[in-house]
């Protein structure tokens, strides 16, 4: 068996690639299932982001497991293979294993240290094990993930002050309005007319951060008013003004700056609605949906700015710098983590040559024990051949504590290998079996 991650992400493919492969929740249990259908898949777990899609599997083969995840990505997709290829990348045992605790560290964001990424880690968990798509093996790896996660959080300041996504957002619009007055610099949006549209949790870090801003009203539009109502409540220093989303050709007509962040799969503001509109003033939208609610061609619109989160890159190579030096000692307690993981993973591989030499140590037992009970006789009481017996198997497990020890302690894996042939060979179990039956 053989642990593998594919996948993609802001660092290897744009946004207009991977609003194609994400995959909502409510789609995520015929996912899983699809992957699992497959026989090289054994155990599947989907991370889904705006920046990424990455699918960890637990393979039978791994040239023949990566095919097959390749295929559904394809299909998913609707890009053919040889399109697709260029983007995905493949990260294998050790290297997978590195790669998903950088993620859950949030090491491998757009935004260094982001903490949003880790409840995305914990939710990818928590769907695996709730359409049943994750093992033993996984189901470690997944939940270690998690807890190093937290613990580079805690025990580094890597998560303290990180920027969001959501900040980055409105600093990018900051920028961008400093820009357009001649300014190359972050200034207050207290002269913009704000609207949000969606209320979910991007929506509720764009609030906390325009008013943090100097943000003095917002407009928050959204499918289901109560809901925006809700949201608004907990901003008692802001005033919001909830809409139901109908309101949206107005809010574009009389907004300077509009962030979209919602659930919908097709763009919800297009160069044709923008051109029937009598709009006010000059607007910038900036998206952080992934799939994408604003169309590319907005930004044809004559006096429209377009912003997604491929450009955010701008300002958050603004506050990269300064925490590098905090990613560098978090990646020590990576490396810590991962070789904990790997040792418990490789000492399974022992566990199907101790069982063969266990059921080979048995057979031996049971049949010597008959021998000498028959030899007995029938003068033997009842509690005399369970003595007899129990001394048997006591024999057997002593023979075998120290070998099992052993073969599980952490070790070099071709010291591990070099000693599990040995055993094969000397007790001749290849018969029922080898090692490629292990991990």
Same mark, same amino acid.
């Given at each position: 068996?053989?642990?593998?991650?594919?996948?993609?992400?802001?660092?290897?493919?744009?946004?207009?690639?991977?609003?194609?492969?994400?995959?909502?929740?409510?789609? !995520?249990?015929?996912?899983?299932?699809?992957?699992? *259908?497959?026989?090289?898949?054994?155990?599947?777990?989907?991370?889904?982001?705006? $920046?990424?899609?990455?699918?960890?599997?637990? &393979?039978?083969?791994?040239?023949?497991?990566?095919?097959? #995840?390749?295929?559904? @990505?394809?299909?998913?997709?609707?890009?053919?293979?040889?399109?697709?290829?260029?983007?995905?990348?493949?990260?294998?045992?050790?290297? /997978?294993?590195?790669?998903?605790?950088?993620?859950? /560290?949030?090491?491998?964001?757009?935004?260094?240290?982001? %903490?949003?990424? &880790?409840?995305?880690?914990?939710?990818?968990?928590?769907?695996?094990?709730?359409?049943?798509?994750?093992?033993?093996?996984?189901?470690?790896?997944? $939940?270690?993930?998690?807890?190093?996660?937290?613990?580079?959080?805690?025990?580094?300041? @890597?998560?303290?002050?990180?920027?969001?996504?959501?900040?980055?957002? =409105?600093?990018?619009?900051?920028?961008?309005?400093?820009?357009?007055?001649?300014?190359?610099?972050?200034?207050? @949006?207290?002269?913009?007319?704000?609207?949000? #549209?969606?209320?979910?949790? !991007?929506?509720?870090?764009?609030?906390?951060?325009?008013? /943090?801003? %100097?943000?003095?009203?917002?407009?928050?539009?959204?499918?289901?008013?109560?809901?925006?109502?809700?949201?608004?409540?907990?901003?008692?220093?802001?005033?919001?003004?909830?809409?139901?989303?109908?309101?949206?050709?107005?809010?574009?007509?009389?907004?300077?700056?509009?962030?979209?962040?919602?659930?919908?799969?097709?763009?919800?503001?297009?160069?044709?609605?923008?051109?029937?509109? $009598?709009?006010?003033?000059?607007?910038?939208?900036?998206?952080?949906?992934?799939?994408?609610?604003?169309?590319?061609?907005?930004?044809?619109?004559?006096?429209?700015?377009?912003?997604?989160?491929?450009?955010?890159?701008? #300002?958050?190579?603004? $506050?990269?710098?300064?925490?590098?030096?905090?990613?560098?000692?978090?990646?020590?307690?990576?490396?810590?983590?991962?070789?904990?993981? &790997?040792?418990?993973?490789?000492?399974?591989?022992?566990?199907?040559?101790?069982?063969?030499?266990?059921?080979?140590?048995?057979?031996?037992?049971?049949? *010597?024990?008959?021998?000498?009970?028959?030899?007995?006789?029938?003068?033997?009481?009842?509690?005399?051949?369970?003595?007899?017996? /129990?001394?048997?198997?006591?024999?057997?497990?002593?023979?075998?504590?120290?070998?099992?020890?052993?073969?599980?302690?952490?070790?070099?894996?071709?010291?591990?290998?070099?000693? !599990?042939? =040995?055993?094969?060979?000397?007790?001749?179990?290849?018969?029922?079996?080898?090692?490629?039956? %292990?991990?």
């Amino acid at each position: 068996m053989h642990i593998a991650v594919v996948g993609l992400s802001h660092r290897t493919a744009p946004v207009e690639i991977r609003e194609r492969l994400s995959i909502p929740e409510q789609a !995520m249990d015929a996912s899983l299932q699809q992957l699992r *259908e497959d026989d090289q898949v054994l155990e599947a777990s989907i991370l889904s982001t705006c $920046n990424r899609l990455e699918i960890y599997t637990l &393979l039978r083969h791994p040239e023949q497991g990566i095919s097959s #995840v390749g295929a559904f @990505l394809s299909q998913h997709s609707g890009l053919a293979v040889d399109e697709l290829t260029p983007h995905l990348f493949t990260y294998h045992h050790e290297d /997978a294993v590195a790669h998903l605790l950088r993620v859950a /560290a949030g090491l491998d964001s757009l935004v260094l240290g982001e %903490g949003q990424i &880790l409840s995305q880690v914990k939710k990818m968990v928590r769907l695996g094990q709730e359409h049943h798509s994750v093992g033993p093996i996984l189901n470690r790896l997944l $939940n270690q993930a998690v807890s190093t996660g937290k613990r580079v959080r805690t025990e580094t300041n @890597l998560g303290t002050g990180a920027v969001s996504i959501s900040s980055a957002a =409105v600093e990018l619009a900051q920028l961008k309005v400093g820009q357009a007055r001649g300014q190359d610099e972050l200034v207050p @949006l207290d002269q913009e007319q704000v609207a949000v #549209v969606g209320a979910g949790r !991007m929506a509720r870090l764009l609030l906390q951060h325009l008013q /943090a801003k %100097g943000c003095r009203a917002v407009v928050l539009l959204n499918r289901t008013v109560e809901r925006a109502e809700q949201l608004a409540a907990d901003f008692p220093a802001l005033p919001v003004q909830c809409r139901p989303l109908d309101d949206l050709d107005h809010c574009l007509s009389t907004c300077s700056l509009v962030f979209t962040s919602t659930a919908a799969e097709e763009p919800i503001i297009t160069a044709q609605r923008l051109a029937g509109l $009598n709009r006010r003033s000059s607007l910038m939208l900036v998206d952080i949906g992934v799939p994408r609610n604003i169309a590319a061609d907005t930004a044809t619109v004559t006096g429209v700015q377009a912003f997604d989160v491929d450009d955010l890159q701008e #300002v958050v190579t603004r $506050n990269q710098e300064a925490r590098r030096e905090i990613a560098a000692e978090a990646e020590g307690l990576l490396r810590e983590e991962a070789r904990l993981f &790997l040792e418990w993973w490789d000492g399974l591989e022992a566990v199907p040559v101790v069982n063969r030499l266990r059921r080979r140590l048995e057979e031996i037992r049971e049949q *010597e024990l008959q021998k000498a009970l028959s030899r007995m006789g029938p003068d033997l009481s009842a509690r005399e051949r369970k003595v007899v017996e /129990a001394l048997s198997k006591g024999i057997i497990n002593k023979v075998l504590h120290t070998p099992m020890t052993n073969l599980r302690a952490p070790q070099p894996r071709q010291q591990r290998h070099t000693s !599990m042939r =040995v055993i094969e060979e000397l007790f001749e179990l290849q018969d029922d079996g080898s090692l490629s039956s %292990g991990p």
